[in-house]
Structures are given as C-alpha cells and as structure tokens.
C-alpha cells in the first residue's frame, strides 16, 4: 500500500510538471507570435527602408518600398538609379528577382546576401512562429529588461537562417535582438532591433520596427542599417503578389 502511495505521488508531480512546461510553452508560443506583428507580419502593410552598409571602409546605400500581406511580400528598388524598379517577390516562402526587361524571373533563396549583412530574406515580413521550431526558451535580462529568449530552429530550408538565438521583452512583446548560425552552429551575424514607430493592429496601439543594427561575427567593422520609413497598414491586394503580372 506504502509503494502504491508512492507511485501515485510521483505520477501527480510528474503530471503536474508537465501541465506546466506546456502551459509556458503556450505562452513562450504567443509571445513570439505577437513579437511578429512589430516586424511586419499583419494582413497589409507598406514600409520604406534604407539599407546602409559599411564594408572594407566603403559604404553603399539602397531604398526599398516594401508591400507585406502575411508572409507575402513585394520590395521595390526605388534608389540608386542604376537598380531602380527591380523587384525581389516572397509568396509561400519562395522568392524571385525580378529584373525590368527580363522575360521570367529568376527564382533566388532568402538567404542569398542582398546588401551587407542583410540577406534577402531579412527585408520581408518576420514570421518566426511559423517558420521555426522553438527548441528551447529561457528567461533573461536585455537592457535590464526581462525576456524571453528563444533558440530556434528552421522548419524548412526555405527561410532565411538555420538557427536563431533571439530575445523577446516579455512586457514589450517585441524582439531586441537576435544571433544568427549556420547549421554547424557557427554565428556569423547579430541585429539590433529598435521600435520608434507605433502601428494600430484589431484597435491595439503596438511598437513597429524603425532599425535593425546587423553586426558581422567574422568582421568586426562591417556593419548594416536597415532603417524603416513611411509606415502604412492598407489593404493590399493579392494581385500584388502575382508572378505573372509583376514581369509584364
């Protein structure tokens, strides 16, 4: 009767550890989905954004107008002259170049370098809860601010990276920063992310993305600004995003 009593202490602890780890996995799962929201991932919305790059001393600079609906999106190159109109489209996490006078699209990976450290891929909208496995989470301070940190795992490799280590503000319900590996588990890069923009999502007032600081592992003094501009949530049509049209 002793041994029984036992038993059934240790299944009770045991079920209730489990019921716990899931209920924080629930909760570790929404925060991440709402730290989407602030990048970009809504049902329709514009962006500006200036890529800076600073490389072997040299710096180079191109303007983007960014059309997201979902994982859906569409950049626009609207400066420097010579790349004007060229278009880089993500639907269903396949990407194309699309380039004025070329009769198809070149189909290309989100994790082909763009400009800098910024990878083609890093333009578009995030959707880490969708395209990653959370493998683990932990809690910590940023900037003296409590956080959720994730470290996640590519579900497909259609995304941009293989693993990310990435900090949420768990009041915020923003990421503040994130390290990027190759699937060695090698880190090559770390961004920066800051929210001075405000966007109205359901009747909620949330922070938006103004800049991502991206830092090279490798190269110390090699680094990329992407700043964001003219914030506008709109409807946007899936026409947008059609292939076809977009190479006439």
Known sequence: MRYIKIIIIVLFISLQSIMVNAANMEKATALLQESDLSRGNVSGIIWDIDIETE?????QKNSL?????????????????????????MKDRNM??????LSKPVPIS????LLGGASNGDIASTNYAGDYTIESFTKDLFQNEPCFVYELKAKNKKVTYDKIKYWVSEKRRIGLKAQFFTRSGKMFKTAF???DHTI???GEE???VSKMTILNA????????MAYHNINIREISPSSFNLNLLVR
Do not use: C, H
């Open 96 to 101: 194309w170049f699309i380039k004025p006078g």
């Open 218 to 225: 490798m190269v110390k003094t090699d680094k990329t600004i």
């Open 193 to 195: 992310l800051e929210y």
């Open 65 to 89: 107008q960014v059309s997201v609906k979902g994982t859906n999106s569409l950049a626009v190159y609207q400066s420097p002259s010579k790349v004007k109109g060229r278009k880089l489209l």
């Open 206 to 208: 949330r922070p938006f």
């Open 55 to 59: 490389t072997n001393g040299k710096t």
């Open 110 to 113: 989100p994790r082909q370098k």
């Open 200 to 202: 109205l999502i359901n």
